[in-house]
């Protein structure tokens, strides 16, 4: 039984071996095509688009994805402008759709969401020593452009408190 078992496992080595010993034939004739510049028109009139924020905050993304897999169906029909709102306990997602089932704009507000790692970086390097006591979260688009990407902080010393305006590369807009 042992000398079946191990002329088994001989020859089954043997053939995974013997399978992966092809040459490779250096001398082949690859030829480089160069294909032609495509031009790409605005999509249709019709086409809905919409970018999400890169948050690392689980919460956004949850709410963004619930957005993406949400089907208007054909609720819209008949109405001018049809809004879908989604909230969650940090914050919030309106869109607007027109008549044709179009996305035309979406406003997404959150509050004391996980910041970017760069906009931690930069606002701990800027004000060594200062803590972010709260943070806002402002996202808009429209018509498949972003707006408005930016998070509005509150950071105290001691009793002084500043707001700043960050975007989410971690770029000081605003001091107020």
Request: aromatic share 10%; charged share 30%.
């Amino acid at each position: 039984m042992k000398a079946v078992i191990i002329s088994l496992l001989f020859f089954g080595f043997a053939t995974v071996t013997y399978s992966q010993g092809e040459k490779v034939d250096n001398k082949l004739n690859l030829e480089i095509t160069n294909l032609p510049e495509v031009v790409i028109h605005k999509a249709e009139k019709d086409f809905s688009v919409y970018l999400r924020d890169n948050n690392p905050d689980k919460h956004v993304n949850r709410l963004q994805e619930k957005f993406i897999s949400y089907d208007i169906g054909r609720d819209y029909e008949g109405a001018k402008e049809y809004l879908v709102v989604m909230r969650l306990r940090k914050g919030s997602l309106a869109a607007t759709y027109d008549g044709n089932g179009k996305l035309t704009r979406v406003v997404e507000k959150y509050k004391n969401v996980r910041l970017p790692d760069k906009v931690l970086i930069s606002i701990y390097k800027t004000y060594p020593e200062w803590i972010i006591v709260n943070d806002k979260l402002l996202y808009t688009q429209s018509e498949g452009e972003v707006l408005n990407n930016e998070y509005s902080l509150k950071i105290k010393k001691d009793n002084d408190v500043k707001r700043l305006v960050v975007n989410p590369n971690g770029d000081i807009l605003k001091e107020l």
